[in-house]
């Protein structure tokens, strides 16, 4: 097909906010062939207005898109570039970047994960958009358009391709590491032993490498435009990156960077503090920014300097919020900049609680219009939403961003939790209802987080959440069928809160059906789309186990009995058995839960054969995962506190020997695998363990003997001399660990968390037994 420079003016012009215009051009894909070959044509204006064509339908209905990647469009581009000379006028560079940007943001948009908010899962163009996007961050790729920074005319063009096409840690490494040709050959004839290039003043690699350096130097631009494209792409690049973070943040020759942007923050272009403040969101949110306390789960604490700068970017998105005169765009974004600085962050989460962000929130939820009431129906039909009319896309946005941020503001800690769930004037309750009910499942997928960060506040579970009805809105969300999965996941997670032992809706659940839907998520008969495919969600499958494990808790006999129905011994086995430590934990949790007291360890040895019991734990007490370990002992702990009743256990086992020390086979193993658990792991470990020993050591002469047998006396000593305890004898005056009142170990299921005290304590009150134990008999 023959193209005229007027005709592709024609085309271009109408297709410029005509969305049903790109999609009946996309469908004559002999068209869109010969328009991308137009990129390489011998006439300088052909190429130019191919360019713009193609960059104006890149954006819209992914059929476009498909017909564009049918037609090899990412690499025709590239060609051209690679083809462009200095002769070549500006207007052809900038256009050939401009198409490129247009391009890769569309791949990137159709690959995910979206940026500003939950869009529409990835369709069956993923693979094909996935391989394309992959292709323009290969190096030889990066070669050919990532030069063009320097260029006047496609510097900005290419600053926003890195901005927003990256999204993956693969991609940003890519980029950052990238060197042109002539440094690269520096860094390989200068790379002996000895030296170290990273010291010289002059290495390729300092100040974050050469995409760092120009991106700074272009941040510092009088353009505004370009200025703020640089500063979106330092946000894009340092995100999660310590390299580039501590460059950026680091005093090099020249202005420092770090006070610089933070004056951009404070400028009076919304565009330009909003990029500011993503920047320096990525700045302080780089894992080497934060500091971490001597144990592993300590929250994090910021630097004075990165506590300063938290503070200074809360304001100004503080302010934006809250502007009435801001665009709804400007406000969605700062909201999702807020959601980003705080969330998993309790003392950010704080700091912006302290500086009114939650009224701030509150207030610009309650601006919006107001949406129906939310369904108060039992069973709520799959066509709900479709029933609401659609709110209108950017209203829409905002009202995600702003539940969002609630919900990773309120989520760790119960002071504004509570805050929240009592915020008068009107209350945000309803409205976080109605928006469980929204047509867009982003706003639905904000609203389940919140309820699931309310959730973990005891008194607002059992007053605010019943009283409103969230947690029956929350549970109907979760029972529907044919519900995006990252909803579904949302609303089971708020589930998993609502259903431990003190929620007066545990019983409720129960009655419509909870137990049902939760193995129907961890054993789908035929897994849909929405379900993650072959073996479903994988993600739905582990916190759907973590539900039954909370509904186990502290639960009645009846509640132990009618779960165990519907999950099936068999099936708990299966997960007991899985290759992934995460469902591996989580399912010994449950037997822990499950063991909890007398009754519930005779249900599981009558259920259970023993032989295959002990196979399965002494591989877990082997497993290479602490947590794993952890609750294996936790199981082995209170399985041997309590002797099931002869009537209870399979005709197998003994009636006077514990189905613990019952197999001459598997008993020495898992005895074996308690010791070595015993000597090296952690303390948290260590302390279920050692209360497994001393009730197998108290419980009789065979367990006595048997735990002789495997050295665990060298062991236990071994823990006495190291340790700073003074107690001695078994049921002295300095021995906490012997009446069956003591809950710590008359119920074999502590939290974890003991000291090496509480450990050798333990360790010497089983000694003692080990020792002595037919004297106290």
């Known amino acids: 097909m023959t193209f005229t420079l007027a005709r592709l003016k024609r085309v271009k012009n109408s297709v410029i906010g005509n969305p049903a215009a790109k999609v009946q051009l996309a469908q004559d894909e ?150 042109p040709a002539e440094d690269r050959m520096k860094e390989v004839k200068t790379k002996r032993g000895w030296e170290k290039t990273a010291a010289n003043a002059n290495a390729p690699t300092r100040q974050g490498g050469w995409l760092c350096r120009n991106l700074a130097g272009l941040a510092q631009s009088k353009d505004a435009k370009l200025q703020e494209a640089a500063l979106w792409a330092l946000a894009t690049v340092a995100k999660d990156n310590s390299p580039v973070a501590a460059a950026l943040a680091k005093d090099h020759d020249g202005p420092m960077l770090l006070p610089f942007i933070l004056n951009l923050a404070r400028s009076r272009a919304a565009d330009i503090q909003l990029a500011a403040c993503l920047c320096l969101t990525s700045i302080i949110r780089a894992p080497s920014s934060l500091a971490h306390g001597s144990h592993g789960h300590a929250p994090p604490v910021l630097s004075a300097a990165d506590d300063a700068a938290a503070r200074t970017v809360m304001n100004v998105l503080n302010r934006i919020i809250s502007s009435p005169t801001e665009s709804l765009s400007s406000r969605t974004k700062a909201s999702f900049i807020l959601f980003y600085l705080v969330t998993d962050h309790p003392a950010l989460a704080l700091a912006a609680f302290d500086l009114g962000s939650l009224r701030v929130l509150a207030s610009a939820l309650n601006s919006l219009p107001a949406l129906p009431p939310g369904s108060p129906s039992p069973s709520p039909s799959p066509s709900v939403d479709s029933e609401i009319e659609p709110e209108p896309t950017p209203p829409s946005l905002l009202r995600e961003s702003l539940l969002t941020t609630l919900a990773a503001l309120s989520l760790f800690d119960n002071t504004i939790r509570l805050a929240l769930a009592d915020t008068p004037h009107p209350s945000l309750l309803p409205l976080i209802h109605s928006s469980l009910s929204h047509p867009r499942a982003g706003v639905r997928y904000a609203a389940a987080q919140c309820v699931r960060a309310l959730s973990r506040a005891v008194a607002v579970l059992r007053t605010n959440i019943v009283d409103s009805g969230l947690g029956l809105a929350v549970f109907h969300l979760f029972l529907k069928p044919d519900e995006d999965r990252r909803v579904t996941g949302a609303a089971l997670a708020a589930v998993c809160n609502i259903v431990n032992e003190f929620s007066p809706l545990r019983p409720i659940y129960l009655d419509l059906g909870l137990m049902p839907r939760l193995v129907g998520l961890l054993f789908p008969a035929s897994p849909s789309a929405g379900e993650g495919g072959p073996g479903g969600d994988a993600t739905l499958k582990l916190s759907s186990l973590w539900a039954v494990k909370n509904l186990l808790s502290k639960s009645s006999t009846e509640t132990k009995r009618d779960v165990m129905a519907h999950l099936g011994w068999a099936r708990l086995v299966g997960l007991l058995q899985d290759t992934d430590t995460s469902i591996q934990e989580q399912a010994l949790h449950l037997v822990r839960n499950l063991a909890e007291n007398e009754q519930g360890v005779d249900m599981f040895f009558r259920e259970l054969d023993a032989e295959m019991l002990l196979s399965t734990l002494t591989r877990a007490l082997s497993a290479e995962d602490d947590d794993v370990v952890l609750q294996a002992t936790y199981v082995l702990a209170n399985l041997a506190n309590f002797v099931p009743s002869p009537t209870n256990t399979r005709p197998s086992s003994s009636s006077s020997v514990h189905p613990l020390l019952s197999s001459a086979q598997h008993t020495p193993r898992l005895l074996s695998a308690l010791r070595t658990a015993l000597a090296e792991r952690t303390p948290p470990v260590r302390r279920p363990a050692v209360s497994a020993v001393l009730e197998l050591a108290r419980g009789s002469t065979a367990g006595r003997r048997a735990l002789g047998e495997v050295g665990m006396v060298g062991t236990l000593k071994a823990l006495v001399s190291g340790g700073t305890a003074t107690s001695s004898g078994a049921g002295g005056p300095g021995s906490p660990t012997l009446t069956s009142s003591s809950p710590s170990i008359a119920r074999g299921d502590m939290r974890g968390g003991g000291d090496e005290r509480d450990v050798s304590d333990l360790a010497r009150t089983a000694l003692d037994w080990l020792e002595h134990g037919e004297v106290y008999r």
């Open 30 to 179: 002999h068209f869109v062939a010969s328009l991308v070959q137009c990129l390489n044509a011998e006439e300088r204006e052909l190429r130019i207005e191919a360019a713009h064509v193609i960059a104006s339908i890149s954006y819209g209905d992914e059929q476009v898109l498909a017909t564009l990647l049918r037609c090899d469009a990412p690499r025709a581009f590239l060609y051209a570039i690679s083809k462009l000379s200095a002769e070549d006028l500006a207007p052809l560079r900038a256009a050939f970047a401009r198409g490129l940007r247009a391009l890769a943001i569309a791949l990137a948009d159709a690959v995910g994960p979206s940026q500003w908010g939950l869009h529409d899962e990835p369709s069956a163009l993923k693979g094909d958009a996935d391989a394309a996007l992959d292709y323009l961050f290969e190096i030889s790729s990066i070669d050919l358009y990532l030069p063009l920074l320097t260029d006047v005319a496609c510097q900005m063009f290419i600053a926003q391709l890195l901005a927003f096409s990256i999204r993956t840690a693969e991609h940003r490494a890519a980029v950052v590491d990238w060197l």
